[in-house]
């Protein structure tokens, strides 16, 4: 991962594509737009977890997350941000 940037992991897996992980992914990069983050996010998918029951699963630098609320992802984000 380059410095100082955050890296955001998305489970590209069937089971959290059948649970949302499109939407998740739209509301992530439309959040990171918004608030000007592209440049300091890595964002890219990922292989299993292995929580394939809980997803869609994510993983904000090693904080491993689990969301199928947009809002709830929001919020999480401006979080880690600081915002
Ligand atoms: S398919 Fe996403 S954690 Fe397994």
Redesign the pocket.
Known sequence: MEENKTEIRI???????A?G?KKMVQVIQQFLTQNHLEEKVIFHGAH?????G????LKIDDNLILSNDPDEMKRLLKNHFGL
């Open positions: 489970c590209l897996g069937s089971s959290c594509f649970r992980n299993c977890f292995g929580h394939c809980d997803g869609p699963m």
